[in-house]
């Protein structure tokens, strides 16, 4: 049986963009729905739930950009589709507003066929792991809720999902922790005992050859024997995670908060995000190649440094 073409939903206020936009995904096994504000996006969201992802204009007649962004957010069905905001004009305030919000990225007009390409199909394929993790932690049971010490220790960037879902299972949000663990234990592969820096991701994103990059890595003998070590204790209903990867470390503190700067990026949002969703508490120690989350039976959303 064959998988039906990824569902995309266009919505810009000016016909010729949506013509090029179209255009640029001629060929490329999508299919898309346009509309021309977003109430007409609304009622197609509605209508045909399915839609893989979002590419969404900011400043629109009827209901703006940010107007739909909300609403998809805070509807259960559409929370998980992930947005792509366009804007004329890179405005910080407007970028910190927009991510904020639950945007995945932000693209600049104009823009490249090939960069919108590229961040559709990262944006897919973040939205394909989230979901593999959600299913993953569906397959483990409650067990590790009683769980009061544990260590492990994981070298490739597959062996993090798999245990960021098992991991996930010990802490009282399973699914929001599953997403923070999955953001920093890959982060402990890639960039610490890999070394591969941010500008070196941001390229090779934009290539497409992140994954190509990081196998070959894996191969050198430099790194062969490289591992992150997991530790987990848990002690009067306060749950610990430490994670310490073998690499240099880097400047973690640039990386705590949303940088406009850094919004076109097509990465450098996970440590953020971890921090935001409210699973943990996130604190990196010394050099950045340490770091631990704190968690309690009933975790608030303030945030540790």
Known sequence: ME????????????PFNLEIIC???????????????GEAAWRLL?????????????MMPVLDGMGLLRRMKADERFR???????TAAGNPDQVREGLAAGAYYYLVKPYERDSLLSIVRGALADVSARLDLHRRIAEHGTALQLLL???FSYRTVEE?????????????????????LSELLVNAV?????????????QLRRDDRWNEEVALRLAMPTHADKRVRVSLTRDDG???????????????????EFDPARAFDPNGRGIALARMSGAATVEYQGCGNTVVLRMNKQQDTSQGT
């Open 3 to 14: 998988t039906a073409a990824p569902r995309l939903l266009v919505v810009d206020d000016e």
């Open 190 to 202: 890639e960039h610490g005992n890999l070394g591969i820096s941010y500008a070196e991701k941001s």
């Open 149 to 151: 010490n544990g260590e």
């Open 80 to 86: 998980s589709i992930p947005v792509i905001m366009q």
């Open 238 to 256: 306060a749950l610990s995670i430490r994670i310490v990867d073998e690499g240099a470390g880097f400047d973690w503190h640039r990386y705590l």
């Open 46 to 58: 509605d209508s045909h739930i399915g839609y893989a992802a979002v590419l969404l204009d900011r």
């Open 23 to 37: 255009e640029y995904f001629d060929g490329t096994g999508f299919e898309l729905d346009t509309a021309e504000n």
């Open 160 to 180: 993090a999902a798999i245990l960021a879902a098992f991991v996930a299972q010990a802490c009282p949000q399973p699914d929001a922790a599953a997403l923070t």
